[in-house]
């Protein structure tokens, strides 16, 4: 074989020689009674009412919070939970996110021991990290960072000029509406499921398991 038709055959190999993509696999955990030993609204709401920013009280909270951590979710907790708004209108992003930061520091305290490693071996695999939960973004974003997460699937409050306008931008993820906004962060990053984990306490979060 002379040298230029050996030439021609390696220059056609290589450009007919393809790569297998490679598939992100991803860990999705939920925060209540999974990341953390129980729930997450106390310390939340707390930090809230403290600053002046929650838009009114949750009738009989105390009552709904004891069944939330005797019993997990429930049908009666989630429709209480979808009551709920968010912020007085008018208080800034960046107001916000100085509570959110001391509710981090709380939160810290109560994440489960299990927890920390396990997100090292799954960064250590290459898999995207993803906390769900049907909080709201704007108070557990700063949380979710110090732990390593990559991304955050959450309630969104709506903002408008800069400042929270005290609505649900969208719906509260609870339920179906979770079940829905982490199905569309699924496809939206090409996650290939059957290499994924998914931790989680409720039932309702079955579907993502």
């Known amino acids: 074989m002379s040298v230029t038709n050996l030439c021609q055959r390696l220059t056609?190999?290589?450009?007919?020689?393809t790569v297998a993509p490679v598939s992100t696999t991803a860990a999705i955990?939920?925060?209540?009674?999974?990341?953390?030993?129980?729930s997450s609204a106390p310390v939340i709401q707390r930090h809230l009412k403290e600053a002046g920013l929650?838009?009114?009280?949750?009738?009989?909270?105390?009552?709904?919070?004891t069944t939330y951590e005797l019993f997990g979710e429930s049908r009666l907790v989630m429709q209480a939970a979808k009551t709920q708004s968010g912020c007085k209108p008018?208080?800034?992003?960046?107001?916000?996110?100085?509570?959110?930061?001391?509710?981090a520091d709380?939160?810290?305290d109560q994440v489960q021991s299990f927890v920390a490693p396990l997100i090292a071996d799954h960064k250590a695999a290459g898999r995207r990290l993803v906390l769900a939960t049907g909080s709201n973004l704007a108070t557990i974003e700063a949380?979710?960072?110090?732990?390593?997460?990559?991304?955050?699937?959450?309630?969104k409050w709506e903002i408008?000029?800069?400042?929270?306008?005290g609505a649900i931008d969208g719906e509260r993820l609870l339920g179906a509406g979770k079940l829905a906004a982490v199905n569309a962060w699924v496809e939206a990053n090409d996650v290939d499921l059957a290499g994924s984990y998914m931790y989680s306490d409720s039932r309702y979060d079955a579907d993502l398991l």
Do not use: H
Request: aromatic content about 12%; cysteine-free.
């Open 12 to 17: 056609s190999f290589r450009t007919t020689r």
């Open 29 to 38: 955990f939920d925060l209540d009674r999974t990341v953390l030993k129980g």
């Open 54 to 65: 929650t838009s009114r009280d949750f009738p009989a909270e105390g009552l709904f919070q």
């Open 90 to 103: 008018g208080w800034g992003v960046d107001e916000i996110a100085v509570v959110a930061e001391k509710i």
């Open 106 to 108: 709380e939160l810290m």
């Open 143 to 155: 949380f979710a960072k110090r732990l390593g997460f990559d991304d955050v699937i959450a309630t």
């Open 160 to 165: 408008a000029n800069g400042v929270y306008s």
